[in-house]
């Protein structure tokens, strides 16, 4: 006997009954992959909380310190001449030591930190160089000014626009013999000065070589 529908008032005919099962069928169909799509987010969260639990704390681990005298020890062998070896205080770490290229000069090169603070420090080489790779390092800066120390006398840098050095707003730059020597960064120019009087026996040593 055919179903009698309420809002029809009448028993439905044979495709009304497919149609009602098929929208039945679809509905189902739609709930079920709902449920599955929400089980399975479900899922994936757990799954990324359990790495995050499983993934170690602390603090990372430090680098190891480039051997500065052991590179410069290398460099003196090969160029049969002095390299630089700064000695700073303790607060300030080696970030980086080696040979780079600036403007066609090749320059000897260590990149010195503060431990807990901002900035940064420079001490350079430029092999057979001069003054001019000085003012390509300090994009065309002049010095206006110098100190001296340890006997050593320095020309002053002040860039005027740091942002266009990359952030070196003070430098110190000498002639050592067939090379030039330039320390230059944002630290203070006492620290600058520091810096400059630890290498003064190698500059010395450098003005010696023919």
């Given at each position: 006997m055919?179903?009698?529908?309420a809002?029809?008032?009448?028993?439905e005919t044979?495709?009304?009954?497919?149609?009602?099962k098929a929208e039945?069928?679809?509905?189902?169909r739609?709930s079920k992959?709902?449920?599955?799509?929400?089980?399975?987010?479900?899922?994936?969260?757990g799954?990324?909380?359990?790495v995050?639990?499983?993934v170690?704390?602390g603090e990372?681990?430090?680098?190891?310190?480039?051997?500065?005298?052991?590179?410069?020890?290398e460099?003196?062998?090969d160029?049969?001449?002095?390299?630089l070896?700064p000695?700073?205080?303790?607060?300030?770490?080696?970030?980086q030591a080696?040979?780079?290229?600036?403007?066609?000069?090749e320059a000897w090169?260590?990149?010195?930190?503060?431990?807990?603070?901002?900035g940064?420090?420079?001490?350079a080489?430029?092999?057979d160089?001069?003054?001019?790779?000085?003012?390509?390092v300090l994009?065309?800066?002049?010095?206006?000014?110098?100190?001296?120390?340890?006997g050593?006398t320095w020309n002053?840098?002040?860039?005027s626009?740091p942002?266009?050095?990359g952030?070196i707003d003070?430098?110190?730059?000498?002639?050592a013999?067939p090379d030039?020597v330039?320390?230059?960064?944002?630290?203070?120019?006492d620290?600058a000065?520091?810096?400059?009087?630890s290498?003064?026996?190698?500059?010395e040593?450098l003005?010696?070589?023919?």
């Open positions: 055919a179903r009698v529908v809002h029809l008032g009448r028993p044979p495709q009304e009954t497919a149609d009602r039945a069928s679809a509905r189902y739609s992959t709902f449920r599955n799509l929400i089980a399975a987010l479900l899922a994936t969260v799954v990324v909380l359990v995050i639990a499983a170690p704390r990372p681990v430090p680098q190891p310190q480039p051997d500065v005298r052991a590179l410069a020890a460099l003196e062998a160029r049969g001449r002095p390299v070896a000695a700073l205080d303790e607060g300030w770490r080696v970030n080696g040979t780079e290229g600036v403007g066609g000069t090169t260590m990149v010195y930190v503060r431990s807990g603070e901002p940064f420090l420079r001490v080489q430029g092999f160089t001069g003054d001019a790779w000085v003012a390509q994009d065309g800066t002049r010095s206006a000014e110098t100190t001296e120390i340890d050593i002053v840098y002040r860039p626009n942002s266009g050095t952030n003070y430098a110190l730059a000498t002639p013999g030039y330039l320390v230059y960064g944002d630290a203070s120019p620290t000065a520091l810096a400059a009087a290498v003064t026996s190698q500059i040593q003005r010696e070589v023919p």
